[in-house]
């Protein structure tokens, strides 16, 4: 995380939660421009394995990245697809959807204490950036750039 919790708006404050094989994961509201339901996806040939398809979203053509696929999680057995939805994210004009199980609660982490991600080492591809504790566990914040695949010049863009 770039900013000092404490120093940040409350709008820089607020995560989008939501769940990945029975992880909580969680998105900056700042870059989420909206969240739909799953639905058809055209797939591109060649494309990444994690890389689901596109999708026209209002005039434009949004990749739709597989949350669990791009993190290397496991799928897990009875997932109710029903609660399944395409979180949009933005990034230096980017849009990109992450299909997640399901879109849980807010979270303020103005007032949380971050920690490094347990058990793993520095990556400058890494798309957790930090964790934080929530409900007897935690939940992971993503880098919206990173986990997007995007390059680093967008950081300076967005």
Same mark, same amino acid.
């Given at each position: 995380m770039n900013q000092d919790p404490l120093a940040m708006t409350p709008a820089e404050r607020g995560w989008l939660i939501f769940h990945l094989a029975g992880q909580a994961y969680a998105a900056p509201l700042t870059k989420v421009s909206e969240v739909i339901r799953d639905g058809e996806v055209t797939p591109v040939p060649g494309a990444a394995g994690d890389l689901l398809g596109i999708r026209h979203l209002r005039g434009r053509?949004? &990749?739709?990245? +597989?949350?669990c696929l791009r993190l290397g999680l496991a799928r897990q057995a009875g997932v109710d697809d029903a609660r399944a939805r395409i979180v949009v994210l933005s990034h230096g004009g980017n849009l990109v959807g992450l299909r997640v199980d399901a879109v849980g *609660?807010?979270?303020?982490?103005? $007032?949380?204490?971050?920690?490094? &991600?347990?058990?793993?080492?520095v990556r400058? +591809? *890494? &798309?957790? $950036?930090?964790v934080v504790p929530w409900q007897g566990g935690f939940v992971a914040l993503l880098d919206v750039r990173r986990m997007c695949r995007l390059p680093e $010049?967008? +950081?300076h863009v967005a």
């Open positions: 053509i949004v &990749p739709v990245l +597989d949350g *609660d807010l979270l303020d982490v103005g $007032e949380q204490t971050l920690a490094p &991600p347990p058990g793993r080492t400058n +591809d *890494d &798309p957790v $950036e930090a $010049e967008l +950081d």
